[in-house]
């Protein structure tokens, strides 16, 4: 997994439950690189699940909770730093659409080693289907981030539907105009 | 230090060392990157080296291969060079000797023998610079060299030279020049002739029956010194189908009926008018005819550089007796060139080679010395470079090349070495005698001669005597030349006065040319009427218009018109009385 998502988890857990408590999940979730991560290292995918476990478990918030919070800081983090992913777009819809052909091209750009999961999807007039699929169990971090989307743009589209598979290495998400 | 206290410390230090820990990892990762790109960036290197290498090599093997592809097609130029050489000099001879036999006493039979065999050798002729035309435009190496010329006379000449093959298949041949089309521009006057020729000589071939139409028009560009000159040669002959039609200027296709030639010719047009910057386009109905425009970008030119040459009409010129020497190896070429010469009244010395040539000029002088290019022992061009650097008295010889070689554009070549003219086997016989019309001493010596028979009292005196000398008119038109004289004498009266006026003034400002041009054209109107004394003493003043006496002559001239004119009007008054 790319050092992004874990320097920014932890950006994130310093932000909403402080310094000490967030050093304090890491210490207790006893990740192998000692949560000392740089944006552009390569890490086990395992330590953000040990470091979530470790959150729900110290601040007793629910595991969608937390994450939906992680997705709008993620989102924030993407305005700040990869304005690249918002070019062309004004609503969700358009946004989601785009995530394999623009936005994972440009990480790719970037990070020519990272692994990405795939987003396809199908329009049938204002209404996006969008399926995610990875070698990884992180459908629900994809649903808070469709949920960031939308929020981002002022919730003028919602999602109808989603469906998470058992393993969580596959989802299927329904959008649509409000 | 309290429990609390002891356990927040100890997590910022962990923290500490997290932060520090990570950004070890993130310059350890950073450098790693670097290397990358140093790694990266020298295959890079390597890579567009090796490319350059490549090209190198490729561009190297493609220049070997071009080298050899032009030493390729150097030898086939040369070979063909030689080869139409080699089949030059039997052809001069078949040619020459077959139209010496022409004008003798043969009967009906062998008179269309004889001129078959004419026609066969100049066909071959016409076939051998196709050939070469070919091989030399595609070996690039057809310069395009425009000179100023007159292309109204021009055209009329081109035209002229097709009017009888026209009324030989009843077809009617019409010229038509707009307006527009300038005096004088300037143009590669060889080969547009040789486009236009090929067109006409194609029409006239292709049309059973009806009309050849030749149409000039000129369209002017935005600056003001050029245009486009437009020649379209239109005819109501057989017509060429659609599908064939983007095929005619390909080399080596062929319309129309087998047999007329190695379809050479509308590719040659093609690649000329290319090489002219212009173009070349047929529209046409099969059954109906065809329409051949040829568009070829043209400067006009302000000088009257009017040739006499264009002037040329079938009929031999007489020519003085001259002093000739002929250096010439070949004993065929030598028989034809002697009756040839012997045509035209002269008797050459004839030797056969450049050698003999020089040992005969140092014991006598000579009008003019046609040398062969190609003799052994010493070559013309040898012969010309010592009898140029010999003493003045036989430096100033004046030298014709004779080659059957075309090749390479020799005419050029030869004339910057020095030659005075250019001749070129086979030998025309009007080309012949043109050339030895322009021989300056034989010239000169020609007017000197004509001028002596002139008595200028007498010419006056027989005017006042009040009668128009009417010998000429009546061997040409015999009882019409009296009415022929009615038609043709106003025109004069108007024309030639108001030219002798603008004559007058020219030689006044010592305009060189304008003198030249305007005292050949009264003389030409003069000639037409059969007054010769007026003829000579313009010719006089055409051919030195710088002359110290020009003034003077030309007062002559207005004074002998001033006595004619009463004398031609009243014959006119007679003329018509008796009309």
């Known amino acids: 997994m790319k050092g992004i998502i874990l320097t920014e988890f932890v950006e994130f857990l310093e932000q909403t439950v402080g310094e000490n408590t967030a050093q304090k999940i890491i210490d207790d979730s006893q990740v192998a690189s000692e949560g000392a991560y740089s944006r552009v290292g390569q890490y086990d995918y395992h330590e953000l699940i040990q470091l979530l476990t470790q959150s729900v478990a110290e601040t007793e918030q629910q595991a969608e909770v937390l994450l939906q919070g992680f997705a709008d800081h993620m989102f924030k983090v993407f305005k700040r730093d990869y304005q690249v992913f918002f070019e062309g777009t004004d609503n969700a819809i358009s946004m989601l659409i785009q995530i394999d052909n623009h936005i994972h091209v440009e990480v790719q750009k970037l990070y020519p080693d990272a692994e990405l999961p795939k987003f396809d999807y199908t329009l049938q007039g204002s209404q996006l289907t969008l399926r995610y699929q990875s070698p990884r169990p992180f459908a629900q971090v994809a649903y808070a981030l469709v949920g960031a989307c939308l929020k981002y743009f002022g919730d003028k589209e919602k999602l109808i539907s989603s469906e998470l598979s058992q393993d969580l290495k596959s989802a299927t998400f329904v959008v649509a105009t409000a | ?579």
């Open chain 2, 1 to 579: 230090m309290s429990d609390d206290l002891k356990q927040q410390l100890a997590l910022a230090n962990a923290r500490a060392e997290r932060l520090k820990k990570a950004r070890h990892e993130a310059e350890k990762l950073l450098e790693e990157k670097s290397r990358e790109l140093f790694a990266a960036n020298q295959q890079l290197e390597e890579i567009q080296q090796n490319l350059q290498q490549d090209i190198q090599q490729a561009t190297y093997e493609l220049e070997v291969t071009n080298a050899r592809l032009q030493s390729a097609l150097d030898g086939k130029s040369a070979f063909l060079g030689q080869m139409s050489h080699e089949v030059r000099t039997p052809l001069n001879a078949i040619i020459g000797l077959s139209e010496i036999l022409l004008g003798t006493r043969l009967d009906e039979a062998q008179h269309d023998y004889m001129s078959t065999i004419n026609n066969g050798a100049k066909s071959m002729i016409v076939l051998i610079d196709d050939l070469l035309d070919i091989t030399k435009i595609e070996a690039g190496r057809v310069d395009i060299c425009p000179e100023p010329v007159d292309v109204h006379d021009l055209l009329r000449n081109i035209n002229g030279m097709f009017e009888l093959s026209a009324k030989q298949k009843d077809l009617q041949l019409d010229l038509q020049i707009d307006n527009t089309v300038p005096g004088t521009i300037s143009i590669d006057v060889g080969r547009y002739t040789q486009i236009i020729n090929n067109l006409i000589s194609n029409a006239i071939k292709n049309t059973p029956q009806g009309r050849v139409f030749v149409q000039v028009g000129f369209r002017a560009s935005a600056d003001d010194d050029g245009g486009v000159l437009i020649t379209k040669v239109v005819d109501t002959g057989i017509g060429i189908e659609a599908t064939q039609l983007e095929r005619i200027f390909g080399a080596y296709e062929q319309i129309g009926r087998p047999g007329q030639g190695a379809g050479l010719g509308l590719s040659i047009c093609r690649q000329l008018c290319e090489l002219m910057n212009g173009e070349i386009s047929c529209e046409s109905i099969p059954g109906r005819g065809s329409i051949f425009s040829v568009k070829l970008p043209v400067r006009t030119s302000t000088s009257r550089d009017l040739q006499a040459s264009t002037e040329a009409t079938a009929s031999l010129p007489s020519l003085p007796p001259l002093r000739i020497l002929v250096a010439e190896d070949n004993p065929t070429n030598q028989k034809v060139l002697t009756a040839q010469l012997a045509q035209l009244g002269q008797t050459p010395d004839m030797v056969e080679n450049g050698a003999e040539a020089m040992e005969k000029i140092a014991q006598s002088e000579y009008d003019v010395v046609i040398l062969d290019i190609q003799m052994p022992v010493m070559t013309g061009e040898e012969t010309l470079q010592a009898i140029r650097d010999s003493a003045p008295s036989i430096s100033t010889h004046y030298c014709i090349a004779l080659t059957a070689s075309t090749y390479q554009n020799q005419e050029a070549r030869l004339l910057r070495l020095g030659f005075d003219a250019f001749l070129s086997k086979p030998l025309d016989l009007q080309v012949l005698a043109e050339a030895l019309m322009n021989v300056p001493e034989s010239l000169s010596m020609s007017l000197a001669e004509e001028s002596s028979f002139i008595d200028w009292d007498n010419v006056v005196e027989t005017l006042e005597e009040g009668a128009f000398d009417f010998t000429y008119l009546k061997t040409q038109f015999g009882e019409a030349h009296r009415a022929i004289f009615a038609e043709i004498a106003p025109s004069f009266l108007q024309h030639s006065y108001r030219e002798l006026e603008q004559l007058i003034a020219h030689a006044q400002a010592s305009e060189i040319e304008k003198i030249s041009a305007r005292s050949h054209s009264i003389k030409g109107a003069a000639s037409s009427l059969g007054l010769n004394d007026l003829a000579n003493i313009l010719l006089r003043i055409e051919n030195k218009p710088a002359a110290e006496d020009v003034v003077a002559k030309v007062t002559e001239v207005k004074i002998y018109m001033d006595q004619l004119k009463p004398i031609m009007e009243r014959e006119l008054a007679q003329c018509v009385s008796e009309g």
